[in-house]
């Protein structure tokens, strides 16, 4: 029989392919089923998108109505409007016709209907008044959740990447979604994000429109401990089996980093079966990291020829991980410029993602092209 790869990545997890942050989930859940909004926050790829839809599973179980919408497929007020009437006529728990007669006449603006897709379900669609107020078609859409829910039946609403909305007209968005959902008393709301220091400063900032109006929460790295019970028991499971230092080099080698865990000991497992391998040794892990990088390369040296000489010489020194780039020993060791000049590169960094700022400290977002920046550079 053919064994199913016990590992997963790229997409959200669940079932047996998630584990840990029990503490984290029941943190989130019982804010939200408390009434109270929640922002959290991690980098990219440490695993909010799929403990904030675990969360809500269970939170559905509960009797709440949740929904989940991602600002990362938001651009414009239109698309805002459009997915996220479609994702609350949706959730609703009753037939979606009933459902489009109560927004028919809760939202100037648009006409809804129900349509059937190609698989032959119903789903909503509407139609745009020619002429409408867009401003309060907006208004009526962020409300729509407070007139559908009620004491019995409560509602709660994760929104993911949720620093993407300053690209939607500014903050002027940010200030009508605010000012709508502070008296909405039957719907909890989660914020969530990853570009850190942008969510941060809408939180944080006093004069931001969402200035303490969550509590802030940051999701860190799943403690490797835990990380060696999930990798030796699905490996043993799978007639795969690794010791417990062997799966501390592997998680090392990725900076303990949950998606890019699951990537290397999914190439580790497949290499396995193919090779007729039952036990994992470092020469694996350093032959899995190696296929991963070269499957990758023509994306790495497109980032690093993207960047001038003075940000190629600044990637090198973070691939080196040094704990200290404005240090004078840094700056000559590697002839750096002045730390204006260093700082310049690394905002810039962070704006695109390759670098996260944790703890004054500056780390290459993706452990293998750190590896990458590392052997070629
Ligand atoms: N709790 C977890 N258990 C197992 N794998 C996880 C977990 N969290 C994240 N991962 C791994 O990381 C990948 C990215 O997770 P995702 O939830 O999309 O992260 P984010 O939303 O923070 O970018 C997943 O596909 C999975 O491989
Ligand atoms: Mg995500």
New binding site residues.
């Given amino acids: 029989m053919k064994k199913t790869n016990p ?7 669940s079932g047996d ?5 029990t503490e984290e989930l029941q943190r989130i859940k019982q804010t939200l089923a408390g009434g109270n909004n929640i922002t959290l926050y ?13 969360a809500l599973v269970e939170l559905e179980k509960q009797g709440f109505i949740t929904i989940y919408v991602d600002f990362m497929s938001v651009y414009s007020q239109e698309t805002f409007i459009k997915n996220y009437s479609k994702a609350i006529a949706e959730g609703e728990k009753q037939s979606l016709e009933a459902t489009v007669k109560k927004i028919a006449k809760l939202i100037t603006g648009i006409v809804p209907s129900v349509s059937f897709d190609s698989a032959g379900l119903p789903t909503f669609s509407f139609s745009w008044i020619q002429g409408s107020n867009k401003e309060q078609t907006l208004i009526d859409v962020i409300n729509l959740p407070q007139q559908l829910a009620s004491d019995k039946s409560k509602w709660i609403i994760a929104f ?1 990447e949720f620093q993407e909305v300053t690209k939607l007209n500014g903050e002027r968005f940010e200030k009508i979604l605010r000012s709508c959902i502070q008296h909405h008393n039957n719907v909890s709301y989660l914020f ?1 994000g ?1 570009k850190t220091h942008l969510l941060q400063d809408m939180f944080n900032n006093r004069n931001r429109a969402f200035y303490n109006s969550a509590s802030i929460m940051g ?1 860190g790295k ?1 403690s490797e401990e835990k990380s060696i019970e ?1 990798l030796t028991s699905r490996f043993r499971d799978t007639g795969v089996s690794i010791d417990k230092k062997i799966a501390i080099y592997l998680l090392r080698s990725v900076d303990n ?7 290397i000991a999914f190439e580790i497992w497949q290499s396995a079966q193919l090779n007729n391998i039952n036990v994992v040794s470092t020469t694996d892990i350093d032959k899995a990291l190696e296929t991963i990088i070269q499957l990758k390369s023509d994306y790495y040296w497109e980032m690093i020829n993207k960047q001038t000489s003075y940000r190629k010489k600044v990637l090198y020194v973070l691939s080196c991980g040094v704990q200290e780039i404005f240090s004078k020993e840094t700056t000559n060791n590697y002839d750096l410029g002045s730390v204006s000049t260093t700082q310049k590169a690394l905002d810039v960094f962070i704006e695109d993602g390759l670098v996260e700022k944790m703890d004054k400290h500056y780390i290459l977002s993706d452990p293998l092209f750190k590896l990458f920046i590392n052997n070629n550079l």
């Fill in positions: 590992f997963k990545f790229g997409s959200v997890v392919y998630f584990y840990n942050r991690a980098p990219r790829r440490y695993g909010k998108s799929s403990l904030v839809k675990k993911d969530l990853s999701i799943i999930f980093i949950p998606y890019y865990i699951q990537f």
